[in-house]
Each structure stands twice: as C-alpha cells, then as structure tokens.
C-alpha cells in the first residue's frame, strides 16, 4: 500500500495536479488507486464549480502512470505522455457528488513495448457503482544520458 506521500514520490503530478489519495494494491498487469481529491472544493480541475466526469479519465492515467513506476515498466531516462483516450463510457454527468464517496481507479495494462503502453481502465464510486470506463495510450519519448530530449 502506498500513501499520497510515496504517490508523489513515484509520479510528476505534484501538489494539486496529483488526484490519487492512495495504492491499495498492484501486480504486474493492475493497479488499484483510491481517491477523496474529486470532493474538494478548490479542486483545481473544476469548471463553474463542477468536476466532470472525464477527469476520471486523468485520475486512471495517472494511475497508470504509478503502475509504471511501481513496477519498474517506466525509469527516470522515460518521458510518458498521454497519446490518446479510447473508448470512454461516462455512465454520470460529474464526479463530485459526496454520495459517490471515495473512488477506486482500477487500471490494466494491456499492451507494453519500447513505444509505449495502453491501459484500460474504469473508476468507480464508493458502493463499487461505474462512473467512467476507458482505454489510455501512453507513449514514451527517451531523454538522452544528459537530460534533453532525444530526437
């Protein structure tokens, strides 16, 4: 289990671009985040005073992104970044409702090479209802041995 200390430890987002409260658990293929973040008031992801539903979908990638680190699949010379978004299946209008209680982001790694990875992935509200299910692309860009990027 990890805390949102060892989170932000493990991943770029810091501060409030960080959305994960917690890792309950992980193998090699899956990852299990939990999340009180959606319910803050200055989330800074709000718009009109409102959380909607897709940024679930940033919640999962970086989810994604700890379970590359977690699991020794991304290093500090890996440079990840969100390629695409699949197959997303909104099942509410927002996600700060106080009714959907902590969240679980549940991710699965579907496919991994020297391009990149793909994750599927679904977040659920506190009673285990799904809120928003989807497919992540994440694409690697090396850094070379002195830090810039590698063309």
């Known amino acids: 289990m990890l805390d949102r200390a060892a989170i932000l430890e493990k991943i770029p987002h810091k501060g409030q671009s960080c959305l994960l409260d917690e890792c309950s658990s992980w193998t090699d293929d899956t990852l299990t985040a939990l999340t009180r973040v959606h319910l803050i008031p200055d989330n800074p992801l709000r718009h009109d ?8 979908a940033e919640m999962a990638m970086q989810a994604a992104a700890l379970h590359g680190a977690v699991t020794g699949a ?3 010379t890996t440079i990840g970044y969100l390629a695409s978004l699949r197959d997303l299946e909104p099942r509410c ?3 700060d409702r106080a009714a959907y209680g902590t969240l679980t982001i549940s991710v699965r790694r579907e496919q991994k090479d020297s391009a ?6 679904t977040v659920c509200s506190q009673l285990e209802e799904p809120l928003l299910t989807g497919r992540g692309i994440v694409m690697f860009r090396a ?3 002195l830090g810039a990027l590698a063309v």
């Not at 990149?116 to 992935?121: P, T």
């Open 49 to 56: 005073g409102r959380l909607g539903v897709l940024v679930g």
């Open 93 to 95: 209008d927002r996600l």
């Open 143 to 145: 850094m070379s041995p």
């Open 116 to 121: 990149g990875m793909v994750y599927s992935f």
């Open 74 to 76: 991304l290093n500090a």
